[in-house]
């Protein structure tokens, strides 16, 4: 069965530090990736998908970037952070391969700018 | 794009009580209809979805209907219980390669015991 893992759950950075949020899926092969953010009793905004190695399409303008390094593997990077970027992020995948489009979350992390 | 709006932002209602959700969507090529289901501090994870070549289904508790017409879908949730307490999402999405879904913006079910 297919698995997603992302890390770390929990992060707490000072505003201007670097961010580097990872994610990897298990058991499919090239699927489509997700990063989205929420904040607080908000719903669900998408920032990034992949639908390969290297294939970033980016949903909204901002600090953070996103890469895709290998099949499974999702990143999510600032070089700089800002209060604002505080929130749950979650990767996502779904599989390319089949219709439905079905979207899988990974279990999120929580991102605190102090 | 397309644009998914999602009715009530809140709900609450008393244990056993029937919870209705509705959403509506405007790009009449969407052909996939799931619901998340978000517990405080969690994952969204699927309870239910339906295809456009479907108008009801049914999955003990929980029903999603869909009116391809009129461009709406609902979740229908009966017998209400304290545990069905959760932040609900409605989606639409075009069976494409980048597989994007469209969120609404949730809604906070409350069930009162």
């Known amino acids: 069965s297919q698995t997603i893992h992302q890390w770390p759950a929990t992060l707490v950075q000072p505003v201007g530090s670097p961010l580097s949020l990872e994610c990897t899926v298990e058991g499919t092969s090239n699927p489509n990736l997700y990063w989205y953010r929420q904040a607080a009793g908000r719903g669900l905004q998408l920032l990034f998908y992949?639908?390969?190695?290297?294939?970033i399409s980016s949903e909204v303008p901002q600090n953070l970037s996103a890469s895709r390094p290998q099949d499974r593997q999702f990143i999510l990077s600032s070089k700089k952070l800002l209060l604002s970027d505080s929130g749950f992020y979650l990767c996502?995948?779904?599989?390319?391969?089949?219709?439905?489009?079905?979207?899988?979350f990974g279990e999120g992390s929580w991102l605190t700018v102090v | 794009g397309e644009n998914v709006e999602q009715h009530p932002s809140t709900l609450s209602v008393q244990e056993g009580d029937s919870a209705v959700i509705k959403c509506t969507y405007s790009?009449?090529?969407?052909?996939?209809f799931p619901w998340y289901k978000q517990e405080l501090g969690k994952r969204p994870q699927l309870i239910i979805d339906?295809?456009?070549?479907?108008g009801e289904k049914k999955d003990q508790r929980i029903a999603v209907t869909l009116n391809k017409t009129a461009k709406h879908f609902s979740l229908h949730i009966t017998e209400t219980q304290p545990e069905d307490s959760a932040v609900y999402f409605c989606?639409?999405?075009?069976?494409?390669?980048?597989?994007?879904?469209?969120f609404g913006d949730g809604t906070t079910l409350t069930v009162k015991p």
């Open positions: 790009d009449s090529a969407s052909n996939y």
């Open positions: 989606a639409a999405s075009i069976n494409t390669n980048a597989g994007k879904s469209t």
């Open positions: 339906i295809r456009s070549n479907v």
């Open positions: 996502a995948w779904s599989a390319s391969w089949r219709g439905g489009n079905t979207i899988y």
């Open positions: 992949s639908v390969g190695i290297g294939q």
